[in-house]
Nanobody, 124 residues
Framework: QGPLVESGGGSVQTGGSLRLSCAVV????????LGWFRQAPGLEREGVAV????????YGESVKGRFTISKGSANDDTLYLQMHSLKPEDTGMYYC?????????????????WGQGTQVTVSS
């Protein structure tokens, strides 16, 4: 089992909802910037949302108002991504990532720790 383990992906129809989970099993959960990124076939990986140690968040423009990133409550070292109003263009492999150091940018190149991904498919 890796340090970041995603789950919760699946197939839904347009307008549906899914909640992704990422178990942070090896890192000091509260010492890292955590994020969700996604990659569709043939496209580059893009940032979905990140959450910093203080709980501040940044979202990609295409998911604002529809997705919510959050951390579990005390003793729940899990990162969540609640997704509503899903669209076919949200289809892709979703990855959980962690970053040490300062700042928490929505930039995949700044994250050094990655999970294996969970597939989300939205059909029209």
């Amino acid at each position: 089992q890796g340090p970041l383990v995603e789950s919760g992906g699946g197939s839904v129809q347009t307008g549906g909802s899914l909640r992704l989970s990422c178990a942070v099993v090896r890192y000091n959960y509260n010492a890292y910037c955590l994020g969700w990124f996604r990659q569709a076939p043939g496209l580059e990986r893009e940032g979905v949302a990140v959450i910093d140690r203080d709980g501040s968040t940044v979202y990609g423009e295409s998911v604002k108002g529809r997705f919510t990133i959050s951390k579990g409550s005390a003793n729940d070292d899990t990162l969540y991504l609640q997704m509503h109003s899903l669209k076919p263009e949200d289809t892709g492999m979703y990855y959980c990532a962690a970053r040490g150091g300062f700042n928490c940018p929505l930039d995949q190149n700044r994250f050094g720790y990655w999970g294996q991904g969970t597939q989300v498919t939205v059909s029209s």
